[in-house]
């Protein structure tokens, strides 16, 4: 965690938010989230790193919940049971199938595309319905290995938006994307515009996995963000949403 947070400093942020991989239960039994020991171990050093790094670069203690309607009673105990800067709710899995993993890609040459998108897209609106969460992670996840729909769902985008709209979330423009077979940030600049119609702040996220990662293309993201309409950009703190302005792409 030092290590991304001294990355952290080199890329000149004001502050680094973790947005660990909560202890959800999840239906593949490869390991990637943390169990419940580890998050609480997580939190205490986050906690120290703060004090360590106090006056040099504010550090954000948040976690990522993967949103499964089963799990709600779990996640709703997560949520309430520790204190974060910020709660990020994202779709990884439908259904079993946890469609953003490579190892999981072969499903992806025999779905219904379309299908699976709108199962996406209806998962996302139940999860900014919970009213649990603060940010919205990587909107378009489901588009990053590159398969689209053939028809249009457009309707079924524009009722996750809403929904997130109504939550009054932070949608994230996540940059890791760019680095993803779909080549593109998440979310869509289409969708970004519907975002920014629909009243809804931004926050920027590099979903890094490695110090290296840490900031990678926030000049483009900011960029980005300027061209879609937006002026400021959300910072967090215990929950509560602090506005300011967008910097200046370098
Ligand atoms: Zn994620």
């Known amino acids: 965690m030092s290590a991304c947070v001294e990355a952290g400093i080199a890329a000149e942020l004001s502050e680094v938010g973790f947005a660990v991989h909560m202890p959800v239960p999840i239906p593949i039994a490869e390991k990637i989230n943390l169990d419940e020991g580890e998050f609480r171990r997580y939190i205490e050093e986050a906690r120290r790193l703060r004090q360590k790094y106090e006056g040099r670069i504010g550090i954000l203690i948040g976690g990522e919940f993967d949103f499964m309607p089963d799990q ?3 996640i709703e105990r997560l ?9 990020m709710g994202s779709v990884h899995f439908i259904d079993d199938w946890n469609f953003d993993n490579p190892g999981y890609l072969d499903r992806w040459e025999t779905a219904d595309v379309e299908a699976v998108y709108r199962r996406y897209y209806r998962l996302m609106t139940e999860m900014a319905e919970t009213g649990l969460f603060d940010i919205v992670g990587h909107f378009d996840l489901v588009k ?3 398969f689209r729909p053939d028809r249009d769902i457009s309707d079924a985008v524009a009722e996750a938006a809403r929904a997130v709209a109504d939550a009054g979330m932070t949608v994230e423009i996540n940059s890791a994307g760019w680095h993803k077979p779909v080549g593109e940030q998440y979310p869509s600049e289409q969708i970004l515009r519907l975002m920014y119609d629909l009243d809804v702040p931004i926050c920027l996220g590099s979903d890094a996995h490695a110090p290296g990662q840490v900031g990678r293309d926030f000049d483009r993201a900011i960029s980005l963000a300027r061209r879609v309409g937006w002026s400021a950009v959300n910072r967090f703190s215990q929950r509560r949403t602090f506005a300011e302005p967008l910097p200046a792409a370098g």
């Open 79 to 87: 949520a309430n049971a520790y204190e974060y800067d910020f709660r």
């Open 144 to 146: 990053k290995f590159g």
């Open 72 to 74: 709600l009673p779990e």
